[in-house]
Structure formats: structure tokens, C-alpha cells
Nanobody, 120 residues
Framework: QVLLVESGGGLVQAGGSLRLSCELS????????MGWFRQVPGKQRELVATITSSGSTNYADSVKGRFTISRDSAVNTVYLQMNSLKPDDTAHYHC??????????????WGQGTQVTVSS
């Protein structure tokens, strides 16, 4: 089975940085596009950033220039480097995986999430 485990969340002051990690196990990492999503109670889940197996990236407008998504095939891990954090970035962050060979596929594999709290 596909297992995604996130780490790296925590409490940080506004303007600070955090690096989230998500390790995929149970499948071949290169077969999956990866993404980071975040959710705040009372709001819809938001796509933060995605990265394909070939390295193409996409970012939400709200994080462009501040967040960087990357992946390391040597350790089956996707990262989200978050700089210049704002209180509005406070959310529960999940990584997700999408099997790249399926048409009309969704990000159907999800990690448990890690909390990011940015204080002002």
C-alpha cells in the first residue's frame, strides 16, 4: 500500500521558515506526481504546490515566491520549503500523491498531515 508520512511542521514566528517533508513508501516514487495541500477549519482545502515526476512545479498564487516544492528520488521524499511565513499560512498541511499513468486521476493518496502555526 501507499504510505505518505509528513514531518516538519511546528510553531514559527511570522517571517520565519519551515521545511516540510513527506516520504512515500510502498510504491515507485517516480510513478507519482506529488502535491502539498493545506486546510483550515471552516475553509475548503487549498492546493499549495505540486510537482510532477519530471520536476514541473505549480504554486498557488498566495505562496508564489515564498514556497518551493522539490523532490528527492534518492529518499522518495517531497519537500515544501516555506519562507517568509505569514499568519495566514497557518493550516494543517497534507502531502498527496497521484498516479501519473491514470487518465482523470486525482490526488488519491494522502498523508496524515502536519500542523503549521505561524504567530504574529
Amino acid at each position: 500500500q501507499v504510505l505518505l508520512v509528513e514531518s516538519g511542521g511546528g510553531l514559527v514566528q511570522a517571517g520565519g521558515s519551515l521545511r516540510l517533508s513527506c516520504e512515500l513508501s510502498g510504491r515507485t516514487f517516480s510513478n507519482y506526481d506529488m502535491g502539498w495541500f493545506r486546510q483550515v477549519p471552516g475553509k475548503q482545502r487549498e492546493l499549495v504546490a505540486t510537482i510532477t515526476s519530471s520536476g514541473s512545479t505549480n504554486y498557488a498564487d498566495s505562496v508564489k515566491g515564498r514556497f518551493t516544492i522539490s523532490r528527492d528520488s534518492a529518499v522518495n521524499t517531497v519537500y515544501l520549503q516555506m519562507n517568509s511565513l505569514k499568519p495566514d499560512d497557518t493550516a494543517h498541511y497534507h502531502c498527496a500523491a497521484r498516479y501519473r499513468y491514470l487518465s482523470n486521476s486525482e490526488y488519491g493518496y494522502w498523508g496524515q498531515g502536519t500542523q503549521v502555526t505561524v504567530s504574529s
